[in-house]
């Protein structure tokens, strides 16, 4: 296992052709994985999307609603407990990494919220437009709309679930054999950018639909289960090799993922909070921060229980990096 660093150190790189349409170049030709964990073999079926809520990561499993579904591991990736929400899983993500953890099913408009770690109420039902059965549901970067694609297609919603309209990604399916399920009904958002991936490769598209660059990221899984995994979280871009294999970070410089971040010297829950970051973990705070100096040498403060469990978390900390 990696662990993710400040910075990451390109070799090799050389400039990419940028993509027709393209104002600038946004990627470089390629990238490693900067952060790798391995998945939960113990889940159900097929691997879906994975989110970080600012403490810990999670990942997420469909196939049927039955078994295990969802697993959420600390913040270096090690795997902490299975839950069984009873929901077969399309996408899981949070607002700007950060609790609460959201999850849409399989033939559902209902978007569900997780109120206790793996019990889920409803949140918003998305009403109008085209919401494919398989579908991955994700935020914006900016958390005020709701968006899913299909075959190229995006149907955007606001917060309330109101149908807002669509977006054309002009010439998807062009390459990569990216209009081939199930990589042609998933994707993600980072920076200002929608993101969808297609055998090892990543594509950025803006808000008009044009396809603003591409990238390879090296060694990223092309397996049914990677096709369906594609996620942001963490100011990363995840994807899965297989079943029980390894979860791949890539840093690739949208941004996200930032703030200060703090070892924990002392975590004392409250209420009844049984999952307050341990001590000698990670907390991330949201102060924004271009270098670690930037940030605070200590913190204390009170958080609500991750995973959105009962009771809050009294944290102190000492600061170790930012972003």
């Given at each position: 296992m990696r662990r993710r660093m400040g910075?990451?150190?390109?070799?090799?790189?050389?400039?990419?052709?940028?993509?027709?349409?393209?104002?600038?170049?946004?990627?470089?030709?390629?990238?490693?994985?900067?952060?790798?964990?391995?998945?939960?073999?113990?889940l159900s079926q097929t691997r879906m999307t994975a989110a970080f809520d600012g403490v810990d990561y999670w990942s997420s499993s469909g196939g049927g609603p039955g078994g295990n579904r969802l697993a959420r591991y600390d913040v270096n990736g090690n795997l902490q407990e299975l839950y069984q929400p009873n929901?077969?899983?399309?996408?899981?993500?949070?607002?700007?990494?950060?609790?609460?953890?959201?999850?849409?099913?399989?033939?559902?408009?209902?978007?569900?919220?997780?109120?206790?770690?793996?019990?889920?109420?409803?949140?918003?039902v998305l009403?109008?437009?085209t919401l494919n059965a398989q579908s991955a549901v994700v935020f914006t970067t900016d958390g005020t709309e709701f968006r899913a694609m299909n075959a190229g297609s995006v149907?955007?919603?606001?917060?309330?679930?109101?149908?807002?309209?669509?977006?054309?990604?002009?010439g998807?399916?062009?390459?990569?054999?990216?209009?081939?399920?199930?990589?042609?009904?998933?994707?993600?958002?980072?920076?200002d950018y929608m993101l969808t991936y297609a055998n090892g490769v990543l594509s950025a598209w803006d808000d008009g639909g044009n396809r603003v660059d591409t990238t390879r990221l090296n060694g990223a899984g092309t397996t049914f289960d990677s096709h369906f995994s594609i996620s942001y979280a963490n100011g990363m871009v995840f994807v899965v090799d297989v079943a029980g294999g390894q979860w791949r970070g890539y840093d690739v410089g949208l941004g996200g993922g930032g703030g200060c971040v703090y070892k924990v010297k002392k975590s004392k829950p409250k209420g009844g909070c049984d999952n307050c970051p341990p001590k000698g973990g990670e907390y991330r705070s949201k102060a924004d921060c271009e270098d670690v100096k930037d940030c605070d040498k200590k913190v204390k403060t009170t958080i609500a229980c991750p995973g959105g469990g009962n009771g809050t978390c009294k944290i102190k900390g000492k600061r170790s990096s930012c972003g």
């Open positions: 910075c990451v150190l390109l070799t090799g790189v050389v400039a990419l052709a940028l993509a027709p349409g393209a104002g600038a170049q946004l990627f470089e030709e390629s990238y490693d994985a900067v952060f790798t964990f391995t998945d939960a073999a113990a929901i077969d899983m399309r996408s899981i993500f949070t607002e700007g990494d950060s609790d609460p953890l959201y999850a849409r099913g399989y033939n559902s408009p209902q978007i569900r919220v997780q109120t206790a770690p793996g019990v889920f109420g409803n949140d918003v009403t109008g437009g149907s955007r919603w606001d917060r309330q679930g109101n149908f807002i309209g669509s977006i054309a990604l002009s998807f399916g062009s390459m990569n054999n990216e209009n081939v399920y199930p990589q042609n009904r998933g994707m993600a958002s980072g920076g």
